[in-house]
């Protein structure tokens, strides 16, 4: 076993230098981002929902005009509930114009979209598609949507974190939602969007965080009057209280002898970690591709902040460029488990399974060939990487899109 490590960890290495980040993966048309915040109770009961998407530039073509970039696109949201009926639709169409080819192959530059729909109170789908208008490439995702425990009675919408951004965000003006709740580290701090439907009397209003080690780092308490049976609150997050890597806040509300809790787990983007990342202890355990066994017994035998610093010299060893803010080893790892826990999951999470594993190894393959046995009912796959001369065949013998490796990979065993 440590032969094969530094034989996969240069693997991954060659991968990243010839590029293969820029190869685009099949369907990265899919690779947009959905999400929908309820943040009031309209005049007719209505849920009002803010819709945003986020299209992130490698999921488009972009086409070389004068002295830059410009990709075109089409995007489709719609909210259905599970029978079918329609209860919103909106259409953008969008131009995207960038100075260079990086730019365009990025990953962490994004187009926002977003409006506003007044939805029932029920369990609902949003629907949303893009169209690449150049190559005419669509890609579909679906999110559920349950707003059914906000139909009657009182209660608190789910927390929403912000910053400021100057404009129409939908919520609030001059203030855009964190999308997926990822915040770099910001001594400005940030805002907490707390809103509901409480009885118009008296209430306090807790605020408290936590840290990794579930220890509180803040409180504060507020007192207020609902002089409305609708609420809302912007609460200040000092930028100096959310510590580590994942943090938690806890919004709770008692009016009378009655107590209503939300709870939003946040992940900080440190200096030094991956974007993809979410959580640590997944991240630390998600090297078991690359990290050999003295290291892994180390992360073992560690404590909670030692298990993390062990985690930052574990990719210091093998930044190949220590000189820039980015480890583009780490990034470009990462990104592949999180393209492997979003396209392979089936039983087990993505990054655990055959497809998921030689994924995260050698990147997205250059081919795919697929084939069907009509005698045995099996169906399989064959990824060909030219540039290292192999290929790997995966079958599927349930039918339900568990796909395993027809020959295990040399190693694999001992993961």
Same mark, same amino acid.
């Given at each position: 076993?440590?032969?094969?490590?530094?034989?996969?960890?240069?693997? @991954?290495?060659?991968?990243?230098?010839?590029?293969?980040?820029?190869?685009?993966?099949?369907?990265?048309?899919?690779?947009?981002?959905?999400?929908?915040?309820?943040?009031?109770?309209?005049?007719?009961?209505?849920?009002?929902?803010?819709?945003?998407?986020?299209?992130?530039?490698?999921?488009?073509?972009?086409?070389?005009?004068?002295?830059?970039? &410009?990709?075109?696109?089409?995007?489709?949201?719609?909210?259905?509930?599970?029978?079918?009926?329609?209860?919103?639709?909106?259409?953008?169409?969008?131009?995207?114009?960038v100075n260079d080819y990086r730019e365009?192959?990025?990953?962490?530059?994004?187009? !926002?979209?977003?409006?506003?729909?007044?939805?029932?109170?029920?369990?609902?789908?949003?629907?949303?598609?893009?169209?690449?208008?150049?190559?005419?490439?669509?890609?579909?995702?679906?999110?559920?949507?349950?707003?059914? /425990?906000?139909?009657?009675?009182?209660?608190?919408?789910?927390?929403?974190?912000?910053?400021?951004?100057?404009?129409?965000?939908?919520?609030?003006?001059?203030? &855009?939602?964190?999308?997926?709740?990822?915040?770099?580290l910001d001594d400005n701090?940030?805002?907490?969007?707390?809103?509901?439907? @409480?009885?118009?009397?008296?209430?306090?209003?807790?605020?408290?965080?936590?840290?990794?080690?579930?220890?509180?780092?803040?409180?504060?308490?507020? %007192?207020?009057?609902?002089?409305?049976?609708?609420? %809302?609150?912007?609460?200040?997050?000092?930028?100096?209280?959310? /510590?580590?890597?994942?943090?938690?806040?806890?919004?709770?509300?008692?009016?009378?002898?009655?107590?209503?809790?939300?709870?939003?787990?946040?992940?900080?983007?440190?200096?030094?970690?991956?974007?993809?990342?979410?959580?640590?202890?997944?991240?630390?355990?998600?090297?078991?591709?690359?990290?050999?066994?003295?290291?892994? /017994?180390?992360?073992?035998?560690?404590?909670?902040?030692?298990?993390?610093?062990?985690?930052?010299?574990?990719?210091?060893?093998?930044?190949?460029?220590?000189?820039?803010?980015?480890?583009?080893?780490?990034?470009?790892?990462?990104?592949?488990?999180?393209?492997?826990?979003?396209?392979?999951?089936?039983?087990?999470?993505?990054?655990?399974?055959?497809?998921?594993?030689?994924?995260?190894?050698?990147?997205?393959?250059?081919?795919?060939?697929?084939?069907?046995?009509?005698?045995?009912?099996?169906?399989?796959?064959?990824?060909?990487?030219?540039?290292?001369?192999?290929?790997?065949?995966?079958?599927?013998?349930?039918?339900?899109?568990?796909?395993?490796?027809? !020959?295990?990979?040399?190693?694999?065993?001992?993961?």
């Amino acid at each position: 076993m440590k032969i094969m490590r530094p034989i996969i960890i240069l693997a @991954l290495i060659l991968s990243v230098a010839a590029g293969q980040r820029q190869k685009k993966i099949r369907d990265n048309i899919e690779q947009f981002r959905m999400s929908a915040i309820a943040f009031a109770v309209g005049d007719d009961e209505a849920i009002k929902t803010a819709i945003y998407f986020e299209i992130p530039n490698f999921t488009l073509q972009f086409i070389k005009q004068d002295s830059g970039f &410009v990709a075109d696109f089409e995007v489709v949201c719609s909210v259905r509930d599970k029978e079918g009926q329609q209860y919103g639709r909106f259409i953008w169409e969008r131009q995207v114009t960038v100075n260079d080819y990086r730019e365009s192959t990025s990953r962490t530059l994004f187009t !926002t979209l977003h409006t506003i729909m007044d939805l029932p109170a029920r369990e609902l789908v949003l629907i949303g598609e893009l169209m690449d208008k150049d190559t005419r490439n669509r890609g579909q995702n679906e999110k559920e949507i349950d707003l059914s /425990e906000f139909g009657s009675g009182n209660f608190i919408f789910p927390l929403v974190l912000l910053r400021n951004q100057p404009g129409n965000w939908g919520i609030v003006d001059d203030f &855009v939602p964190v999308f997926n709740n990822k915040i770099p580290l910001d001594d400005n701090g940030y805002h907490l969007f707390l809103a509901g439907r @409480l009885a118009r009397e008296e209430y306090d209003l807790s605020i408290l965080a936590y840290d990794n080690a579930d220890e509180l780092t803040w409180e504060q308490q507020y %007192s207020f009057v609902a002089t409305d049976n609708r609420v %809302s609150h912007i609460i200040d997050i000092p930028g100096n209280v959310l /510590e580590g890597i994942n943090a938690r806040i806890l919004a709770r509300i008692n009016q009378g002898d009655q107590a209503y809790d939300q709870v939003i787990k946040i992940t900080i983007v440190n200096p030094g970690i991956s974007e993809s990342i979410n959580n640590i202890d997944d991240a630390i355990s998600q090297l078991r591709y690359i990290a050999t066994s003295e290291e892994l /017994e180390a992360f073992d035998d560690a404590g909670r902040e030692e298990q993390e610093q062990l985690f930052r010299e574990f990719w210091e060893k093998r930044d190949e460029t220590p000189n820039t803010v980015r480890n583009e080893l780490m990034d470009e790892y990462y990104f592949r488990v999180r393209y492997a826990n979003e396209h392979f999951s089936t039983f087990i999470p993505g990054w655990r399974t055959d497809m998921g594993m030689i994924f995260i190894i050698f990147g997205p393959p250059d081919d795919i060939e697929r084939s069907y046995s009509s005698a045995s009912r099996y169906t399989g796959q064959e990824w060909f990487y030219y540039s290292i001369n192999r290929s790997f065949i995966f079958i599927d013998q349930s039918g339900f899109g568990d796909y395993r490796l027809a !020959t295990p990979y040399y190693g694999q065993g001992t993961w």
